[in-house]
């Protein structure tokens, strides 16, 4: 099927931040679109054909769909709980929680809130940890696969230090991740993600195992936590005395790598973020997250000088909003008590294609280029009464992208495309 979509559009082909001239923005752009790839993108005037379907989303911007570097999909029913440090929310929230995902039913049910709301807040590729049960993993891949989404996922490996609804063995963790690499990855666009939640809940026998599925199958990804809190670095410690660092507890076994995505990497020594750039190992920024449990202020400048590739996230259920914009928007906030800045091209260039990089996904999501996946989100940049006041005085394209990240939310997407089908009815819930 063809079709076009017109509207404003908007993508990067480098990083503004290191470059100019860093995206092509057509103010009346059409996107034409075959089999769910992109065919074309340009000005509608040169695309225009009165033999396709068109549809007109003028005035609003179309850029690639928002990807999400680090989210939890068990933890839906648990964002916005109060008062807690990351280790006190794990233990008091989370892993309560996840232990339900092993009732008959439950993961399924859960799987299709959690992509009606990625899908409402404009993503359409989202890197998730599952529960412990390998059924959780099965359904939420069951579901991304039954709306075509691309999704980077994996059961979490845990062996230690929680309730046991929630722990696996060593063994076991091997055996169920092989399992579902061998059923789902690769299945269609599905990714699996090799998952040992933190060297916490791991034992050096379960890093271990990781480290011999990392070797078995290494174009999967790898997902963990590094650095969030420092009393989670201090436990971290005292349970590997032998270790160097925080990293040097995943390099020991095998784990770095342009694979592997590090959630949250704040409180870092000198000697692990060397060793990250050198290895091209992922720091994925959850800001959300980062301020709601107190973790700490990233710093992504320092890594940038560094070379270390970076993502962000939302990090929900520790994140507060699925909303890549609500993301963004705090992450402009912690880089200001930096000394930062994330200028708006910079931002939307993160959530599309900075993102689709560290993932190691820009050749098929993440930007409009031709040949890519026809994943799209239509923003409407004068979605609430507040907005549109603030557009009346905007004059510049960068002015209104900052708009939409610091007052945007899901009332700000007019659409979302999953390979090239629109996935929002008239009121913005999942289709």
């Known amino acids: 099927m063809r079709q076009l979509i017109r509207g ?3 993508s990067f082909h480098a990083d503004p931040a290191e470059t100019e001239n860093a995206f092509t923005f057509h103010e009346d752009g059409a996107i034409i679109t075959r089999d769910g790839l992109i065919e074309a993108v340009g000005d509608y005037a040169a695309l225009r054909d009165p033999d396709l379907t068109e549809i007109n989303h003028r005035p609003h911007l179309i850029l690639p769909g928002f990807i999400d570097t680090h989210i939890h999909f068990p933890q839906v ?3 916005a709980s109060w008062g807690a440090q990351l280790l006190d929310w794990l233990n008091t929230y989370t892993f309560p929680e996840e232990s339900r995902f092993g009732q008959q039913g439950h993961a399924p049910a859960m799987a299709e809130h959690f992509l009606d709301l990625l899908l409402a807040h404009g993503t359409t590729t989202a890197a998730a940890f599952c529960s412990v049960h390998p059924q959780s993993a099965e359904a939420l891949f069951a579901a991304a696969g039954s709306r075509n989404m691309a999704m980077v996922a994996g059961k979490v490996m845990m062996d230690r230090n929680a309730p046991p609804a929630v722990l696996d063995t060593p063994q076991q963790g091997y055996d169920d991740s ?3 690499i061998e059923k789902w990855h690769r ?13 916490i809940t791991s034992t050096p026998e379960q890093l271990a195992m990781t480290g011999q599925l990392a070797r078995e199958y290494p174009d999967c990804h790898i997902q963990t936590h590094l650095s969030e809190n420092r009393d989670e670095i201090a436990y971290t410690l005292s349970l590997y005395p032998g270790a160097r660092d925080y990293l040097d507890i995943y390099e020991s076994h095998g784990l770095l790598g342009e694979r592997l995505l590090l959630g949250h990497s ?10 990250m750039a050198e290895t091209r190992s992922r720091a994925i920024f959850c800001p959300t997250s980062n301020l709601f449990l107190g973790s700490g202020l990233f710093d992504e400048a320092g890594l940038r000088a560094a070379g270390v590739p970076t993502g962000i996230a939302t990090d929900v259920g520790g994140g507060t909003s699925y909303s890549m914009l609500q993301t963004l928007n705090e992450g402009y906030k912690i880089l200001q008590l930096r000394g930062q800045k994330l200028h708006p091209f910079a931002a939307f260039h993160w959530a599309t294609r900075g993102n689709a990089r560290a993932l190691g996904l820009e050749d098929e999501i993440g930007t409009l280029a031709p040949g890519t996946m026809a994943d799209l989100v239509v923003l409407d940049s004068r979605a609430t009464p507040a907005m549109a006041l603030r557009m009346a005085r905007a004059e510049t394209l960068a002015e209104e992208l900052f708009i939409l990240q610091i007052l945007g939310d899901d009332r700000a997407i007019a659409q979302t495309y999953v390979a ?3 996935m929002l009815d008239r009121n913005r819930k999942a289709a």
């Open 187 to 199: 299945h269609g666009r599905q990714r699996y993600a090799i998952t040992p939640r933190f060297a």
């Open 8 to 10: 404003r559009t908007l």
């Open 420 to 422: 090239g089908q629109p």
């Open 178 to 180: 092989k399992a579902l």
């Open 77 to 79: 029913q648990v964002i």
């Open 266 to 275: 704040i409180h870092l020594e000198p000697r692990e973020i060397a060793r």
